[in-house]
């Protein structure tokens, strides 16, 4: 019987890629079969069979991390299992190969970049006993594959354009064994190359007897170059090396780059042809494909250092355009703090509007708004305010409220974004917690005084605050005006600034963000400038912002979603429209006047909108899409909102203050995935399900706790050790008390949260599937479900719903309209109608609050 | 809704026929619990849904403690709709 090979792919167009590659190249019936299996590695590592490497920077921030693992291989007989992964995009791989390349200098370079990497890996992991000695290892770049059908083209078509070869790559780094390898002699030239460099001292003999039945054997050559160089032929064998390469049309992979990688399987001529241009190089080509470019495009003669590969070409004008893209890529590289981030877009696009603020009639461009937040960390600095002191804002969605975040940011003060639903010892203890010395606050929201009444009652127990800095027009004893704030900076010269900006790395603290404390008191949240940026990076290119982008931000500046929302919109030099407070008029409003063309919100601020909108018409024409997330989103409301706002590409985010953005549609998905999951997990991200009694990875498909890990996530709660260790594990998961099912291709649908689960009568119910069920009644606008206790059942269900305008209903009418529909055990007990639910500050809704409401209710019934 | 107490039984005898399998309205004994015949949590939510259908009150979970047996239904249906 044929012996079939699975291959893990960690990402879905990997395996569909790499299933379809080889069944077009070898024939239909290829035992090949590549799952998608996104916890492969994490399950590996569960069993101690897979480890794992971290990149860090000199700041200590992550930049990649390698792992190795086994997997079957996909040429049997050549290999047995094994697999060093870059998990990272090009851009973070390109740092870790530095990082790499830089602690192995010692290593002689001649088997080129990966060959050292490899060895250094490898050297590691022997060292550590991790790998026995007769397994393979195997070096493979994380790399976009093309469709199968591209591929096919690219090995059958005919070439569409001419060019020279700019450069032949074996990208597997081989650490041979001692071993027979059953190979057809014509590979024996190539094999002794790589195996035989001086060096590795390794021997090896080949076998010219018949390949056994299932045994292919194949070298894979790779094409760097232009913008998805596919098809290779050559006209002669040596010599000039012309060739005649099949330009495709490549498509934009998630981390930007159009490199790609493409795996031929070798006839003899261009085998013959490979070790040619390997000798007359000199060397054996791998690595970080970035770095081979220059700026005008060509193939680094200078990483190369072989005087006579002199065939280095820029083939279109393609390229020209992928080395600029490349280039970019290469800055955003070094954009590692807030600071870099600002003088970037600042210097970019510096007449480009950066943050309008309709209600003002004020729009800040980017060289004006980098000029206010200089004013700020000058100011700052006068104060006296040194280097990782912290620093408070207490007000809604000001325009002094970017400019003093960003301030912060180039000063080196971390920020601590606070509630403005605070009360007095709310803010009392998030000030004394965080050992703010500077605070930013309005007189009031809401009501005019109440934030400066609130400060004066708490003041005395705060001696570690030392300055307060006033927001408003209105002076107050004690109290520095934001007039008297900036002057103070005017004593404090460019280059004062500039040394403290060059103090500030990407490993230093951005932002303090409390969570809401439902479970406990608060926890400052500490999020790096480098997670900030990485993650609003990554938001930015899932969603396909552009310079061109005008993203409406209805959502509180305070909250990590309002947060990563306004600087993913700025990290692209888009514009950013500022509601100041959430009123679903005042967001629609913004949107019509600024021509949106993305928003983000929670989902009652888009219920809301949606019930404006039949109200009056609002021009939403430019809106192509956004994101909602912040709490369960029902696909009922996903549709309206696509339909009635008229925004295609809507999609849902998951995301958390400690792991920030971690999971997230993108444009490109199919509606029902956009409409009934929350995507997948972010580039530098990784996601599992468990069991949340066994801590085993859940069966695909059933609802476990989602955990999440990757580089972006916090450093840790601010002076909260032990807090930090039950969130965080020891292999840096974060246990997010969310039900959630992952589908084999990597999706994630969000059932519930653990804590809100329901067991009624021994049968778990998740609110979430409840919720998006009523919102299928016609008469109902949204609803939300809570357990109660039950002496019956233990718990019982408990609806509350906001019914369309116009519209009533009666209790029994809706317990049969469930029943006709659905399981009896999951028919809430009560409906209760309600006008409005009561909501954070954040737009969430408080289910603690509505459980006690349903139980009071239910008492008073008996 | 107005109802004698022979119309509730009637009602409730049906009721229980219908969701406890083997159940013979007629020869129902009013003091047997209902569970000893074989009704589940399961059946008694379908009885509840049923009840709230035939008499037009909202019942809930717990309310399950009061229908041990057809008489105490009967009780307890009477006290909501009143005769």
């Not at chain 1, 994380?142 to 074996?170: F, Q």
């Amino acid at each position: 019987m044929e012996q079939a090979w699975e291959i893990d792919a960690f990402r879905p167009q990997d395996a569909s890629g790499v299933t379809d590659l080889y069944r077009a190249v070898y024939g239909e019936n290829y035992p090949v079969r590549t799952v998608y299996d996104p916890q492969a590695l994490i399950r590996q590592e569960a069993a101690g069979e897979a480890w794992r490497m971290v990149a860090r920077a000199s700041d200590g921030s992550v930049v990649g991390h390698v792992a190795f693992y086994r997997s079957s291989p996909p040429n049997p007989g050549l290999y047995e299992h094994g697999q060093l992964m870059v998990r990272h995009d090009f851009r973070q791989t390109d740092i870790a190969f530095q990082l790499m390349e830089q602690s192995v200098a010692s290593i002689p370079r001649r088997n080129g970049m990966e060959a050292i990497w490899g060895e250094a890996v490898c050297n590691h992991l022997f060292s550590q006993q991790m790998v026995r000695d007769n397994q393979f290892i195997e070096m493979a770049l994380e790399v976009e594959l093309m469709p199968a059908e591209s591929y096919v083209k690219a090995l059958s078509g005919p070439p569409v354009c001419k060019g020279r070869v700019s450069a032949l790559v074996v990208c597997r780094s081989f650490q041979p064994r001692p071993q027979t390898l059953y190979l057809p002699p014509v590979y024996e030239e190539i094999l002794r190359f790589l195996y035989e460099a001086p060096e590795w001292g390794h021997t090896f003999e080949v076998s010219t007897a018949p390949l056994p039945a299932h045994v292919e054997t194949q070298a894979f050559l790779c094409v760097f170059g232009e913008a998805g160089v596919a098809r290779l032929t050559f006209d002669r064998v040596g010599g000039d090396f012309e060739g005649r390469l099949a330009v495709l049309e490549s498509e934009a992979s998630s981390a930007g780059t159009v490199i790609r990688q493409v795996f031929l399987r070798l006839t003899e001529p261009w085998v013959g042809t490979a070790v040619e241009i390997l000798r007359r190089c000199g060397y054996f080509i791998g690595g970080a494909l970035p770095r081979w470019f220059d700026d005008d495009g060509l193939l680094m003669q200078k990483t190369l250092n072989a005087p006579d590969f002199e065939q280095i070409f820029l083939l279109t004008k393609r390229a020209r355009k992928l080395c600029e893209m490349i280039r970019q890529d290469r800055e955003m590289v070094c954009i590692r703090t807030m600071g870099d981030l600002l003088h970037k877009t600042s210097q970019d696009y510096p007449n480009k509007v950066a943050l309008l603020f309709p209600q003002r009639q004020l729009a800040l461009t980017y060289a004006e708004f980098q000029s206010a937040a200089a004013q700020v960390a000058k100011a700052i600095m006068g104060l006296g305010i040194e280097r990782g002191d912290h620093t408070a804002i207490w007000a809604p969605n000001i325009p002094e409220y970017m400019t003093i975040e960003f301030g912060c940011a180039l000063a080196g003060v971390p920020l601590v974004m606070v509630n403005t639903n605070y009360r007095a010892c709310e803010l009392e203890y998030v000030l004394q917690q965080s050992d703010t010395r500077l605070l930013f606050l309005v007189s009031g929201v809401g009501r005019p005084g109440a934030y400066v009444e609130a400060l004066q009652e708490i003041k005395k127990q705060l001696p570690q605050l030392q300055y307060v800095v006033l927001l408003d027009e209105t002076s107050q004893s004690g109290m520095l005006s934001w007039a008297e704030f900036l002057a103070g900076g005017s004593k404090i010269a460019d280059d004062s600034l500039k040394e403290r900006e060059q103090s500030v790395s990407g490993s230093d603290i951005f932002t303090l963000q409390y969570t809401s404390g439902t479970t406990g008191a608060p926890k400052g949240a500490m999020l790096s400038h480098a997670a900030y940026i990485e993650n609003t990076r990554a938001i930015a290119e899932r969603q396909g912002l552009m310079s061109e982008d005008v993203v409406c931000v209805p959502l509180p500046f305070f909250h990590a979603y309002g947060c990563l929302t306004t600087i993913s919109a700025l990290i692209v030099g888009a514009e950013v429209a500022v509601v100041e407070r959430f009123r679903a008029q005042e967001m629609l409003r913004t949107m019509e006047m600024s021509r949106a063309t993305t928003v983000s919100g929670t989902p009652t601020m888009f219920v809301a909108a949606l019930e404006e909108m039949t109200r009056r018409p609002y021009d939403l024409s430019a809106l192509r899409g956004g994101n909602v997330a912040g709490a369960f989103c029902p696909p009922e409301l996903v549709r309206a909102v696509i339909e009635k706002l008229g925004a295609p590409e809507f999609g849902i985010l998951y995301g958390s203050t400690e792991a920030l953005v971690s999971l997230m549609n993108a444009p490109s998905d199919s509606v029902g995935r956009r409409v009934g999951s929350v995507g997948n997990a972010m580039p530098s991200y990784e996601v599992k399900v468990i069991d949340p009694q066994t801590g085993e990875i859940a069966p695909e498909g059933v609802a476990g706790e989602l955990c999440i890990r990757g580089t972006s996530m916090m450093t840790g709660y601010y002076k909260m050790e032990e807090q930090t260790a039950k969130a965080l594990d020891s292999a840096g998961w974060l246990y997010t008390g969310d039900l959630a099912t992952l589908d084999s291709s990597g999706y994630c649908a969000i059932t519930g949260r653990i804590k809100d689960l329901i067991i009624r009568g021994g049968e778990n119910i998740y609110p979430a599937e409840i919720e998006a069920f009523l919102m299928t009644h016609p008469k109902i606008l949204d609803a939300q479900v809570v357990g109660i206790p039950c002496d019956y059942y233990g718990e019982d269900l408990v609806a509350f719903v906001r019914l369309r305008q116009g519209q009533s209903a009666s209790v029994l009418e809706m317990k049969r309209y469930c029943r006709e529909r659905i399981a009896i055990n999951k028919v809430p007990a009560m409906f209760f109608f309600v006008e409005a639910y009561p909501l954070t500050a954040s737009g969430k809704v408080q289910k603690f609050k509505l459980r006690d409401m349903a139980v009071e209710e239910m008492r008073e019934k008996q | 809704m107005k109802m004698d107490k022979q119309q509730i039984e009637s009602a409730l005898r049906e009721i229980i026929a219908k969701r406890v399998l083997g159940v013979n309205p007629a020869t129902l004994d009013p003091t047997q619990e209902l569970a000893m015949l074989g009704a589940d949590s399961l059946a008694f939510s379908w009885i509840l849904a049923d009840m709230e259908d035939a008499f037009g009150f909202v019942m809930r979970g717990s309310d399950i403690r009061k229908l041990k047996t057809l008489e105490t239904a009967i009780e307890y249906v009477e006290q909501h709709v009143g005769q």
